[in-house]
């Protein structure tokens, strides 16, 4: 809303010499904005010039010094957030898989979705609830231009999720997530299994990425995932700590996709669809997770090495032109993220729902850890105690004998008495 006093401040500049253009970003305002004041102070001049009494001249300058005033009795009074847009998007994606599963009665209806909205806090309206359905469901097709990027300015990362089988793991079928990668450029590929989605698996993936093309994208676009974007502040997503820290060290910046928009990151989103489905269409049943990254590993190197039509050359082929275009490599970063756990009188640490024995002589003792995908690193008055491999699922026990000596020498001596 523009006040009076910016109002001067808009004739000021621009009796100062400046254009309508650099008025606008000075004072933050549309181009229109300023263009519809500065019409309006010419108007008055021009007024003032033929005005034929001291009267009229005097109801000239007393308009033109008036407070701008808005029409407001036809403006649609709406209360939407990003966060009620994207809940929205979400019930009605869940209507389209209940109609595909045959759950057509489980549909949620509008006055269903206000409901839910209203119980989560939201405060909106059932008529603005109405016109958003309406207006999402109904919505045009939208036509989309090829983007050509030039080497090594930018690369897409995303989350996938596979269902699988991994003995190690857990013997019954659970939920694993696949990162990838995917240079715009070259289409280059690159992607690493995961047990969890979470911020230690966001960190890693992003190290080893760069350690395996030997350099760094200028930019790499995410979607709204939780381990890339921590809030909305005033319609702008905010980057999560690991995410800064990342581009940080790494000098690269990020982009994050309009919610609902898969089309300005597709090429990783096709990527996640085709990997996945070339890497475990054929086999879900592994002894380790070593052999399904294995597997996925095999998959992905040769996608990039078939040559592609349109280009008639191999991903692989492009990459070898694309890499001399990218940020220098550094030392790979280290990523672990860190916690606090106390050692139980059992000598064990609780870590992500599992415990860890550690040696008898900490029990009581507060100990600092390094948390990464696939291993702990434990460590004690700041120095490095051990590096314990993970364990999986929900309460599970990792221990090692030798971490009771003093314990066993103890009842050794007990039993001798």
């Not at 949620?108 to 609830?129: A, P």
């Not at 690493?192 to 230690?200: P, V």
């Not at 399904?292 to 008639?312: G, H, I, M, P, Y």
């Not at 008055?381 to 491999?389: E, G, H, M, Y």
Request: proline content about 2%; some cysteine.
């Amino acid at each position: 809303m523009v006040t009076l006093n910016k109002k001067h401040k808009i004739i000021r500049l621009y009796l100062e010499g400046k254009n309508k253009s650099a008025i606008a970003r000075e004072l933050e305002l549309t181009r229109d904005t300023v263009r519809k004041y500065v019409n309006n102070y010419e108007a008055h001049e021009r007024a003032l010039t033929n005005a034929k009494s001291d009267e009229e001249r005097e109801t000239i300058i007393l308009k033109a010094n008036e407070k701008p005033t808005y029409n407001t009795t036809n403006r649609k009074r709406y209360k939407v957030t990003d966060g009620i847009i994207d809940r929205i998007n979400e019930m009605i994606e869940e209507n389209n898989e209940r109609k595909l599963s045959g759950q057509r009665k489980l549909i949620r209806k509008k006055i269903d979705m206000h409901e839910v909205l209203v119980e989560e806090g939201y405060d909106i309206s059932y008529r603005t609830v109405c016109d958003m359905v309406s207006t999402i469901v109904n919505k045009p097709k939208e036509a989309f231009i090829r983007q050509v990027l030039a080497p090594g300015e930018m690369a897409e990362f995303d989350w996938g999720e596979v269902s699988l089988t991994i003995d190690e793991i857990d013997p019954n079928l659970r939920r694993y997530y696949i990162a990838v990668f995917t240079l715009r450029h070259s289409n280059y590929q690159y992607a690493k299994l995961y047990t969890l989605d979470n911020t230690a698996s966001f960190n890693d993936v992003h190290v080893t990425f760069f350690e395996a093309i030997g350099g760094i994208p200028k930019e790499i676009v995410y979607d709204n995932a939780k381990t890339a974007v921590k809030s909305f502040v005033e319609r702008q997503k905010e980057p999560t700590d690991a995410l800064k820290r990342l581009m940080r060290y790494y000098g690269f910046t990020h982009r994050f996709t309009n919610a609902y928009s898969g089309h300005e990151k597709g090429a990783v989103e096709r990527a996640v669809e085709l990997i996945r489905r070339k890497a475990y269409s054929g086999k879900q049943h592994f002894k380790t997770l070593e052999e399904a990254q294995q597997q996925l590993t095999f998959k992905v190197n040769d996608l990039n090495t078939r040559k592609k039509q349109r280009e008639e050359k191999s991903a692989k082929t492009a990459f070898a032109e694309e890499q001399a275009q990218l940020l220098p490599k550094r030392i790979p970063l280290d990523t672990g993220v860190l916690s606090q756990a106390h050692v139980n009188k059992y000598g064990f640490i609780y870590v992500d729902s599992n415990f860890y024995s550690v040696p008898d002589y900490l029990v009581g003792k507060q100990l600092t850890l390094k948390k990464y995908p696939f291993n702990i690193k434990i460590l004690y008055q700041d120095k490095l105690l051990l590096t314990q491999s993970r364990i999986y699922g929900r309460n599970n026990y990792k221990v090692d004998i030798l971490h009771y000596i003093q314990t066993l020498k103890k009842e050794a001596r007990v039993d001798q008495t």
